[in-house]
């Protein structure tokens, strides 16, 4: 056991912020503990091996952590490689941020954790690698005209449900609550099975079992972050729900909720599909090319008013990712009809609070800098790249922290 723990003392520390940045993670066992109890060491050697010396024809990706590489053992597993640039700031933090928390988790949704490598001056994780591409680069159009039609709805379906299972999982099932603040199509990889593995847990927050909420900064990807979270930095389990809606309406649709444009009633998927459910026209968003490959529309639209329920512009009235899990498992006979979605341009006001005068003038500030927030987020994008990672390992939790 001391053996681990010495390289993993030495793996974490040139990653401690001398300024206690993140008092809640430090809170949480450290990570040589952690990782000498369920992961790895992998040698330097065997990565050299196994990448063929981290080939560029090797090469997956690149993200803010550094570069991607597959790699095969000798056992013939084949296996994903992050390597941490020396020159990364931004990637140190969310490298070690991932290291902790997938050291501790375990399901068929989330990506699967490995071991960990530190040589000299390089930081490695390893993760097993997944066949097929991150989801978004088989849903949305591309320059080569796309690959929209490997995904049949069959498909789209089991990745929607996947993804409410892999979140259910993070939410209350782990050993603690894990939100993971960057749900969206670029961070769900798809094995060769094409069940869909949540990926990028760089700005995942630890969750406090006694709160419905933390204030933090704000992190994420424009067009996938909730309102609350956005305007007042309010972030709960809600605003990963707010993302998965916001994902079911991609899968549905084809289109990017960022990057919307071509309809004229609507600045973005969430308002046009909500003008056309209203309308009682929903499905008019599927995705053409979903016609040919199902018998009835049925499921569609009612994974539509998921979608809807789940991008609500209230947090309060968003379903929990089990209430979520149970409509898709067992159709219920009615759902709940979903109100405005929370977008640009949509009404969402904070719940006013009682607040003593020592707390007044900081309430007053965060309100007074609402709007530059929400301006702001529209350049706060995580550009990590997800193309192939993996999940790891914990027990059940029982008490869950959920949202009032």
């Not at 490997?150 to 894990?178: F, M, N, P, T």
């Not at 990963?240 to 309406?249: A, E, I, P, Q, T």
Request: with cysteine; hydrophobic share 35%.
């Amino acid at each position: 056991m001391k053996k681990p723990l010495k390289f993993l003392q030495t793996f974490i520390r040139p990653f401690k912020s001398p300024l206690g940045e993140d008092s809640q993670q430090q809170k949480e066992e450290d990570l040589e503990t952690i990782a000498a109890q369920e992961q790895k060491q992998i040698s330097f050697e065997t990565l050299v091996a196994a990448t063929q010396d981290f080939h560029s024809k090797q090469r997956l990706g690149q993200g803010g952590f550094g570069p991607v590489f597959k790699g095969k053992l000798e056992d013939g597993k084949e296996i994903a490689v992050k390597k941490l640039s020396r020159s990364s700031n931004q990637g140190k933090k969310e490298f070690t941020t991932e290291a902790k928390l997938l050291a501790r988790v375990q399901h068929k949704n989330v990506v699967n954790l490995l071991g960990y490598c530190a040589h000299g001056a390089e930081k490695l994780l390893v993760y097993e690698y997944v066949a097929n591409e991150s989801l978004d680069k088989l849903l949305f159009k591309s320059s080569d005209g796309g690959k929209r039609g490997v995904l049949d709805w069959k498909k789209r379906y089991d990745v929607i449900i996947g993804v409410a299972r892999g979140l259910l999982y993070l939410h209350e099932d782990s050993h603690i609550c894990i939100v993971h603040r960057d749900i969206k199509a670029s961070n769900i990889l798809l094995d060769d099975k094409w069940n869909p593995k949540i990926a990028d847990f760089g700005m995942a927050r630890l969750f406090p079992e006694d709160q419905t909420h933390v204030n933090t900064r704000v992190a994420g990807t424009n067009g996938y972050m909730a309102p609350e979270y956005v305007m007042h930095g309010l972030l709960s389990v809600k605003a990963d729900v707010f993302s998965y809606g916001v994902l079911v309406l991609e899968l549905i649709s084809g289109r990017k909720n960022s990057s919307f444009t071509g309809e004229a009633e609507a600045q973005n998927l969430l308002e046009w599909a909500w003008k056309l459910y209203k309308k009682g026209r929903g499905i008019e968003i599927m995705d053409p090319t979903l016609s040919s490959t199902m018998s009835t529309t049925e499921q569609v639209s009612f994974c539509i008013q998921v979608g809807l329920l789940c991008t609500q512009a209230d947090p309060k009235l968003r379903p929990t990712m089990r209430r979520v899990v149970v409509m898709l498992s067992k159709k219920p006979a009615t759902l709940d009809e979903p109100t405005r979605p929370g977008y640009p341009g949509s009404r969402y006001r904070r719940p006013r609070r009682n607040v003593d005068n020592s707390n007044s003038s900081d309430s007053m500030s965060r309100e007074a800098n609402a709007s530059s927030l929400a301006s702001a987020s529209t350049s706060i994008t995580h550009t990590a790249t997800t193309s192939m990672l993996t999940s790891p390992t914990p027990p059940s939790r029982g008490k869950q922290p959920m949202e009032g």
